[in-house]
């Protein structure tokens, strides 16, 4: 059952930053190639670097299931988006959860191949996080990872809670995995809602360089 349900949460991962790419691209009024493009990058850009660190062959290089995916979910949300008009939400949604689904793979990645657990959240960082750090700078804006919001707090968070589940809570690796999304979704949800900010140890400086 383990596989199956691992399988489950890359496919939704990979449709999720698939759309969160594609609602960012029509947000700057991309055309149809354009929009594929940045879903392409938005959904294998943290796993690739996270094979790329492992030394083992890239995954969608391998797989054409997650092509096919990031294909027709881009010309999905593209005739979606007709009757859909509120990208910012949507955009929040899968961008969220996307962060969430592929941040456990990266964890899972890490500690199947032996490596210390702190890796194995930096890896599920690197995989919830540098998809959508691509896409920003395809998209000529500030990764959203270096502004104001938690964003890879969260993906940390998540990556510390879910390897404590795993080694003291007794619970199946399934109910691990869905608390560990829910948690990670629930902190960008709520830091969105409140304002949450990481502190900021600078002082009040004008936009000039320094």
């Known amino acids: 059952m383990l596989p199956d349900f691992t ?21 700057k009024r991309f055309d149809p190639f354009g929009v594929l493009i940045i879903a392409f990058v938005t959904s294998v850009g943290g796993g690739t670097v996270r094979d ?32 859909e008009r509120k990208f910012q939400v949507t955009l929040f949604i899968f961008d969220s959860l996307g962060l969430g689904l592929f941040t456990i793979i990266g964890v899972q990645k890490g ?21 959508g750090i691509i896409r920003d700078i395809l998209l000529n804006r500030i990764p959203l990872i270096f502004r104001k919001e938690i964003y890879a707090t969260a993906a940390i968070a998540g990556g510390i809670v879910y390897i404590l589940l795993k080694n003291f809570s007794g619970l199946s690796e399934e109910i691990n995995q869905i608390l560990t999304i829910l948690l990670i979704v629930s902190i960008r949800t709520l830091a969105v809602k409140y304002h949450w900010q990481m502190p900021k140890f600078y002082g009040n400086f004008n936009d000039a360089e320094m």
């Open 7 to 27: 399988f489950l949460i890359e496919v939704l991962g990979t449709i999720s930053f698939a759309m969160s790419g594609s609602f960012a691209a029509m947000q």
């Open 52 to 83: 790329l660190l492992l030394d083992v062959p890239v995954f969608w290089m391998h797989d054409l299931l997650s092509v096919s995916l990031i294909f027709f979910t881009a010309i999905f949300t593209m005739i979606f988006k007709l009757i």
């Open 111 to 131: 500690l199947n191949a032996d490596l210390h657990p702190v890796i194995g959240v930096v890896l599920g960082t690197i995989t919830g996080c540098f998809g």
